[in-house]
């Protein structure tokens, strides 16, 4: 074993090698052939990739197994993701990845995005597993830039009293309470996004279940026209 070459960082080379022998072993995988790991392990000391320990070649193993978990891939069940792979050794595996054909999935990349989230879990929950899903220990704090709207508490306050801690979706109580008060939320049928008013003509009270079939549910825009009809106060804007 040559120690100083172990402490060099790897070339672009030797992760595209390195990279090509995963993502041959992790087909062998999918396709149900026996394969031997610590026979390529070997065929790279030997080839592309010699003058690295073996220990060094099976973490930069890891390291592809937890690049390709974040790209929303499953990875070969035998490399459990590295805890820690540096940005730099990221962004270099993601490029010999792309070199090699693999990009993100769309469909299963981890994301810090809730919308993004949401639609990607939706579809994934139609598929099968494969894998148990490896999950994120130590999930990664990002700043977004989020635009929020200044609100009238007065407008809040008025809705929630009128309501008196009943549903105005469903006629239900409010599931509990928050400083002895019901606890419902206020939602603007004209979403503020939408640019539509903070008025408590736009304004309801819902329990949780309705405030989200409202944003989400299949027949959000039935129940929205619902509560158009329901609740008398309310204007179209
Ligand atoms: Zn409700
Ligand atoms: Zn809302």
Redesign the pocket.
């Known amino acids: 074993m040559d120690i100083t070459k172990d402490k060099t960082d790897w070339s672009d080379a030797e992760l595209a090698a390195a990279v090509g022998a995963y993502l041959k072993m992790l087909a062998w995988e999918k396709s149900g052939q026996p394969f031997n790991k610590a026979l390529e392990n070997r065929l790279l000391r030997e080839g592309p990739v010699a003058g690295r320990a073996k220990g060094s070649i099976e973490f930069r193993m890891q390291n592809i197994s937890t690049v390709l978990v974040r790209m929303g891939w499953d990875r070969i069940e035998g490399y459990k993701p590295a805890k820690n792979v540096g940005t730099g050794v990221e962004q270099r595996i993601r490029q010999a990845l792309a070199a090699q054909g693999v990009f993100e999935s769309e469909d299963a990349a981890q994301t810090a995005d809730e919308q993004t989230l949401i639609r990607r879990a939706s579809k994934l929950q139609q598929q099968p597993f494969t894998q148990l899903p490896d999950g994120i220990a130590q999930p990664q704090k990002v700043s977004t830039v989020s635009a929020t709207f200044v609100r009238d508490p007065k407008v809040r306050a008025w809705v929630l009293k009128e309501a008196n801690g009943i549903c105005e979706g469903c006629g239900a109580n409010a599931p509990f309470e928050v400083d002895g008060l019901p606890f419902l ?4 049928v004209k ?1 503020l996004a939408q640019k539509g008013s903070d008025r408590i003509t736009n304004a309801v009270a ?1 329990c949780p279940n309705c ?1 989200q079939r ?2 989400r549910s299949s027949d959000r825009e039935a129940f929205t026209e619902g509560l158009y009809a329901k609740v008398g106060r309310l204007a179209r804007e």
């Open positions: 939320e206020v939602h603007h979403h819902l405030h409202c944003h």
